[in-house]
T-cell receptor
Framework: GAVVSQHPSWVICKSGTSVKIECRSLDFQATTMFWYRQFPKQSLMLMATSNEGSKATYEQGVEKDKFLINHASLTLSTLTVTSAHPEDSSFYIC???????????????FGPGTRLTVT | SQQGEEDPQALSIQEGENATMNCSYKTSINNLQWYRQNSGRGLVHLILIRSNEREKHSGRLRVTLDTSKKSSSLLITASRAADTASYFCATIGGGFKTIFGAGTRLFVKA
Protein backbone atom coordinates (compact mmCIF):
# COMPACT_ATOMS: atom_id res chain seq x y z
CA GLY A 1 0.00 0.00 0.00
CA ALA A 2 0.88 3.65 -0.24
CA VAL A 3 3.42 4.86 2.30
CA VAL A 4 4.03 8.33 3.64
CA SER A 5 7.09 8.99 5.73
CA GLN A 6 8.01 11.89 7.98
CA HIS A 7 11.38 13.04 9.14
CA PRO A 8 12.36 13.46 11.84
CA SER A 9 10.21 11.28 14.10
CA TRP A 10 10.84 13.61 17.00
CA VAL A 11 12.83 16.73 17.60
CA ILE A 12 13.69 18.84 20.63
CA CYS A 13 14.79 22.38 19.96
CA LYS A 14 15.42 25.58 21.84
CA SER A 15 13.01 28.45 21.84
CA GLY A 16 13.67 30.85 18.99
CA THR A 17 15.11 28.33 16.58
CA SER A 18 13.47 27.02 13.41
CA VAL A 19 12.63 23.41 12.75
CA LYS A 20 11.96 21.74 9.40
CA ILE A 21 9.76 18.67 9.10
CA GLU A 22 9.69 16.63 5.91
CA CYS A 23 6.80 14.65 4.52
CA ARG A 24 7.43 12.22 1.67
CA SER A 25 5.17 10.00 -0.38
CA LEU A 26 7.36 6.99 -1.00
CA ASP A 27 5.61 5.10 -3.75
CA PHE A 28 3.15 7.50 -5.27
CA GLN A 29 2.87 11.06 -6.47
CA ALA A 30 0.97 13.61 -4.46
CA THR A 31 0.19 17.04 -5.86
CA THR A 32 -1.65 17.75 -2.64
CA MET A 33 -0.46 17.13 0.89
CA PHE A 34 -1.96 18.24 4.17
CA TRP A 35 -0.43 19.27 7.46
CA TYR A 36 -2.11 18.67 10.80
CA ARG A 37 -1.27 19.53 14.36
CA GLN A 38 -2.37 17.55 17.36
CA PHE A 39 -2.05 18.67 20.97
CA PRO A 40 -2.11 16.07 23.76
CA LYS A 41 -5.46 14.37 24.19
CA GLN A 42 -6.98 16.40 21.38
CA SER A 43 -7.94 15.71 17.81
CA LEU A 44 -6.03 16.57 14.67
CA MET A 45 -6.47 20.10 13.45
CA LEU A 46 -5.84 20.85 9.81
CA MET A 47 -3.24 23.58 9.47
CA ALA A 48 -2.76 23.92 5.75
CA THR A 49 -3.06 22.34 2.35
CA SER A 50 0.22 22.03 0.50
CA ASN A 51 0.04 22.26 -3.27
CA GLU A 52 2.92 21.22 -5.48
CA GLY A 53 4.34 24.18 -7.35
CA SER A 54 2.10 26.78 -5.74
CA LYS A 55 1.48 28.50 -2.45
CA ALA A 56 -0.01 26.60 0.44
CA THR A 57 -3.53 27.32 1.61
CA TYR A 58 -3.73 27.95 5.34
CA GLU A 59 -6.67 27.35 7.62
CA GLN A 60 -8.11 30.22 9.58
CA GLY A 61 -6.00 31.13 12.57
CA VAL A 62 -2.79 29.52 11.27
CA GLU A 63 0.02 32.00 10.73
CA LYS A 64 1.56 31.46 7.30
CA ASP A 65 4.73 33.31 8.27
CA LYS A 66 5.12 31.11 11.31
CA PHE A 67 4.53 27.81 9.57
CA LEU A 68 6.29 27.88 6.20
CA ILE A 69 5.26 25.20 3.76
CA ASN A 70 7.18 24.24 0.65
CA HIS A 71 5.92 21.59 -1.76
CA ALA A 72 8.73 21.55 -4.27
CA SER A 73 8.16 18.14 -5.81
CA LEU A 74 5.43 15.58 -6.28
CA THR A 75 6.76 13.50 -3.41
CA LEU A 76 7.98 16.01 -0.86
CA SER A 77 6.41 18.72 1.27
CA THR A 78 8.18 20.47 4.11
CA LEU A 79 6.83 22.35 7.10
CA THR A 80 9.16 24.80 8.81
CA VAL A 81 8.20 26.07 12.23
CA THR A 82 9.98 29.40 12.43
CA SER A 83 11.11 30.97 15.71
CA ALA A 84 9.59 28.09 17.62
CA HIS A 85 8.22 28.66 21.09
CA PRO A 86 7.10 26.19 23.76
CA GLU A 87 3.47 26.64 22.74
CA ASP A 88 4.40 25.21 19.32
CA SER A 89 5.25 21.91 20.97
CA SER A 90 2.90 19.43 19.40
CA PHE A 91 2.54 16.35 17.24
CA TYR A 92 2.65 17.28 13.55
CA ILE A 93 1.17 14.84 11.04
CA CYS A 94 1.11 15.07 7.26
CA UNK A 95 -1.06 13.26 4.78
CA UNK A 96 -0.98 12.84 1.03
CA UNK A 97 -3.52 11.98 -1.62
CA UNK A 98 -2.53 9.34 -4.13
CA UNK A 99 -3.27 11.07 -7.40
CA UNK A 100 -1.58 8.68 -9.77
CA UNK A 101 -3.70 6.87 -12.32
CA UNK A 102 -5.62 4.08 -10.67
CA UNK A 103 -4.98 5.41 -7.20
CA UNK A 104 -7.83 5.65 -4.73
CA UNK A 105 -8.29 9.37 -4.97
CA UNK A 106 -10.69 9.57 -2.06
CA UNK A 107 -8.25 8.07 0.40
CA UNK A 108 -5.44 9.85 2.11
CA UNK A 109 -2.34 8.27 3.53
CA PHE A 110 -0.98 9.60 6.77
CA GLY A 111 2.58 9.89 7.90
CA PRO A 112 3.63 8.56 11.30
CA GLY A 113 3.92 12.04 12.76
CA THR A 114 6.69 14.20 14.16
CA ARG A 115 6.74 15.13 17.82
CA LEU A 116 8.16 18.60 18.34
CA THR A 117 9.21 19.74 21.78
CA VAL A 118 10.39 23.32 22.18
CA THR A 119 12.27 24.04 25.38
CA SER B 1 -14.72 24.85 14.51
CA GLN B 2 -13.22 22.32 12.14
CA GLN B 3 -14.32 19.41 14.17
CA GLY B 4 -17.52 17.50 14.28
CA GLU B 5 -18.58 16.08 17.59
CA GLU B 6 -17.96 12.62 18.86
CA ASP B 7 -19.47 10.95 21.83
CA PRO B 8 -18.67 9.71 24.22
CA GLN B 9 -15.43 11.59 24.81
CA ALA B 10 -14.11 8.59 26.68
CA LEU B 11 -15.37 5.08 27.25
CA SER B 12 -14.20 2.35 29.57
CA ILE B 13 -15.42 -1.22 29.12
CA GLN B 14 -14.47 -4.75 30.02
CA GLU B 15 -12.79 -7.06 27.57
CA GLY B 16 -15.40 -8.96 25.57
CA GLU B 17 -17.98 -6.18 25.68
CA ASN B 18 -18.99 -4.15 22.66
CA ALA B 19 -17.99 -0.52 22.26
CA THR B 20 -20.05 2.02 20.34
CA MET B 21 -18.79 5.44 19.35
CA ASN B 22 -20.80 8.10 17.60
CA CYS B 23 -19.78 10.90 15.34
CA SER B 24 -21.64 13.89 13.92
CA TYR B 25 -20.43 16.14 11.16
CA LYS B 26 -21.41 19.46 9.72
CA THR B 27 -21.22 19.48 5.95
CA SER B 28 -22.18 17.30 3.01
CA ILE B 29 -19.73 14.49 2.42
CA ASN B 30 -18.60 12.03 -0.21
CA ASN B 31 -17.48 9.54 2.38
CA LEU B 32 -16.67 9.17 6.03
CA GLN B 33 -13.70 7.36 7.47
CA TRP B 34 -12.75 6.02 10.87
CA TYR B 35 -9.23 6.02 12.19
CA ARG B 36 -7.52 4.64 15.23
CA GLN B 37 -4.60 6.19 17.05
CA ASN B 38 -2.59 4.65 19.82
CA SER B 39 -1.21 7.12 22.33
CA GLY B 40 1.42 9.33 20.75
CA ARG B 41 1.45 7.36 17.53
CA GLY B 42 0.30 7.84 13.95
CA LEU B 43 -3.12 7.13 12.53
CA VAL B 44 -4.35 3.76 11.35
CA HIS B 45 -7.11 3.78 8.76
CA LEU B 46 -9.90 1.42 9.83
CA ILE B 47 -12.76 1.72 7.42
CA LEU B 48 -14.31 3.99 4.81
CA ILE B 49 -18.02 4.26 4.18
CA ARG B 50 -19.35 6.12 1.17
CA SER B 51 -22.26 8.51 1.29
CA ASN B 52 -24.50 6.08 -0.59
CA GLU B 53 -23.82 3.28 1.88
CA ARG B 54 -25.67 2.83 5.15
CA GLU B 55 -23.65 0.11 6.82
CA LYS B 56 -20.29 -1.53 6.37
CA HIS B 57 -18.46 -4.33 8.15
CA SER B 58 -14.81 -5.17 8.53
CA GLY B 59 -13.92 -7.95 10.92
CA ARG B 60 -15.10 -6.90 14.38
CA LEU B 61 -15.92 -3.41 13.14
CA ARG B 62 -19.34 -2.24 12.04
CA VAL B 63 -19.90 1.27 10.78
CA THR B 64 -23.21 2.92 10.04
CA LEU B 65 -23.88 6.17 8.26
CA ASP B 66 -27.00 8.33 8.36
CA THR B 67 -26.54 11.20 5.97
CA SER B 68 -29.93 12.69 6.85
CA LYS B 69 -28.75 13.14 10.42
CA LYS B 70 -25.13 13.75 9.45
CA SER B 71 -24.00 11.08 11.85
CA SER B 72 -22.05 7.84 11.91
CA SER B 73 -21.35 5.17 14.46
CA LEU B 74 -18.50 2.72 14.96
CA LEU B 75 -19.19 -0.51 16.78
CA ILE B 76 -16.35 -2.73 17.95
CA THR B 77 -17.62 -6.13 18.96
CA ALA B 78 -15.98 -8.48 21.45
CA SER B 79 -13.46 -5.85 22.44
CA ARG B 80 -9.91 -6.71 23.44
CA ALA B 81 -7.41 -4.92 25.61
CA ALA B 82 -5.43 -4.20 22.43
CA ASP B 83 -8.36 -2.13 21.15
CA THR B 84 -7.49 0.53 23.73
CA ALA B 85 -6.83 3.65 21.66
CA SER B 86 -8.40 6.86 20.47
CA TYR B 87 -10.86 6.61 17.60
CA PHE B 88 -11.59 9.44 15.21
CA CYS B 89 -14.11 9.87 12.47
CA ALA B 90 -13.07 11.99 9.54
CA THR B 91 -14.86 13.52 6.60
CA ILE B 92 -13.47 14.75 3.33
CA GLY B 93 -14.92 18.00 2.16
CA GLY B 94 -14.08 20.64 -0.37
CA GLY B 95 -10.54 20.58 -1.67
CA PHE B 96 -10.26 17.02 -0.36
CA LYS B 97 -9.44 18.33 3.09
CA THR B 98 -9.91 15.73 5.80
CA ILE B 99 -11.60 17.10 8.88
CA PHE B 100 -11.44 15.05 12.04
CA GLY B 101 -13.95 14.67 14.82
CA ALA B 102 -12.99 15.30 18.42
CA GLY B 103 -12.33 11.62 19.03
CA THR B 104 -13.34 9.01 21.56
CA ARG B 105 -10.79 7.54 23.94
CA LEU B 106 -11.54 3.88 24.47
CA PHE B 107 -10.16 1.93 27.40
CA VAL B 108 -10.66 -1.83 27.38
CA LYS B 109 -9.89 -3.47 30.68
CA ALA B 110 -8.57 -7.01 30.69
Amino acid sequence: GAVVSQHPSWVICKSGTSVKIECRSLDFQATTMFWYRQFPKQSLMLMATSNEGSKATYEQGVEKDKFLINHASLTLSTLTVTSAHPEDSSFYICSARDQTSGGRKDEQYFGPGTRLTVT
Amino acid sequence: SQQGEEDPQALSIQEGENATMNCSYKTSINNLQWYRQNSGRGLVHLILIRSNEREKHSGRLRVTLDTSKKSSSLLITASRAADTASYFCATIGGGFKTIFGAGTRLFVKA
